[in-house]
T-cell receptor
Framework: EDQVTQSPEALRLQEGESSSLNCSYT??????LFWYRQDPGKGPEFLFT???AGEEKEKERLKATLTKKESFLHITAPKPEDSATYLC?????????????FGTGTRLQVTL | DAGITQSPRYKITETGRQVTLMCHQT?????MFWYRQDLGHGLRLIYY???????DKGEVPDGYVVSRSKTENFPLTLESATRSQTSVYFC??????????????FGPGTRLTVL
């Protein structure tokens, strides 16, 4: 069974204080690993897809990386508007098409 | 704007009543999904659909019914609502890219309270 574990559950940073969120996964064969951002009261918003170990993707202050066992979402010099819950999900090769397995998320708060 | 919409956004109902949550997408994506999101559980798949008239159960299907007569619509019905179905419900549709990876795009959610 596919598993996704995210850590920490919650993270509080000061503005400008860089850090990383972790997503550990177990899947028989990885088709893709996804990162989403979710603001309170809203649906998850797609950020990145990573396909294979060694791949990196960047968007503004966010950089996602992937190894064979985990993915990191690095946040460089965060701002208060980066406060949100960040979700990680995986899609398995050969599984029921389109189904994703989600982690429970990391709740990030960035303060002034 | 093209996208995925859900209605109603908020709903309060009573135990035993039937409730239908609506989902509409304008992308013509083949796959559509219903999730519920609860504290401590994250997103859990209720039902999904590969195309019109093709649906299948997810992780937590009990107490829910779906239909999909048109590609763009995927309603979720609670036939007899229970308090344990109080949750936030998200609809999603997916797009397959050139690497056969299916990115899901989510609607804004429906917050359902069952009294």
């Amino acid at each position: 069974e596919d598993q996704v574990t995210q850590s920490p559950e919650a993270l509080r940073l000061q503005e400008g204080e860089s850090s990383s969120l972790n997503c550990s996964y177990t899947v028989s064969g990885l088709r893709g690993l996804f990162w989403y951002r979710q603001d309170p009261g809203k649906g998850p918003e797609f950020l990145f897809t990573l396909y294979s170990a060694g791949e990196e993707k960047e968007k503004e202050r966010l950089k996602a990386t992937l190894t064979k066992k985990e993915s990191f979402l690095h946040i460089t010099a965060p701002k208060p508007e980066d406060s949100a819950t960040y979700l990680c999900a995986v899609q398995r090769i050969g599984g029921t098409a389109s189904k994703l397995t989600f982690g429970t998320g990391t709740r990030l708060q960035v303060t002034l | 704007d093209a996208g995925i919409t859900q209605s109603p956004r908020y709903k309060i109902t009573e135990t035993g009543r039937q409730v239908t949550l609506m989902c509409h997408q304008t992308w013509s994506h083949s796959y559509m999904f219903w999730y519920r999101q609860d504290l401590g559980h994250g997103l859990r798949l209720i039902y999904y659909s590969a195309a019109a008239d093709i649906t299948d159960k997810g992780e937590v299907p009990d107490g829910y019914v779906v239909s999909r007569s048109k590609t763009e619509n995927f309603p979720l019905t609670l036939e007899s609502a229970t308090r344990s179905q109080t949750s936030v419900y998200f609809c999603a549709s997916s797009f397959r890219d050139s690497k056969y990876t299916d990115t899901q795009y989510f609607g804004p959610g429906t917050r359902l309270t069952v009294l």
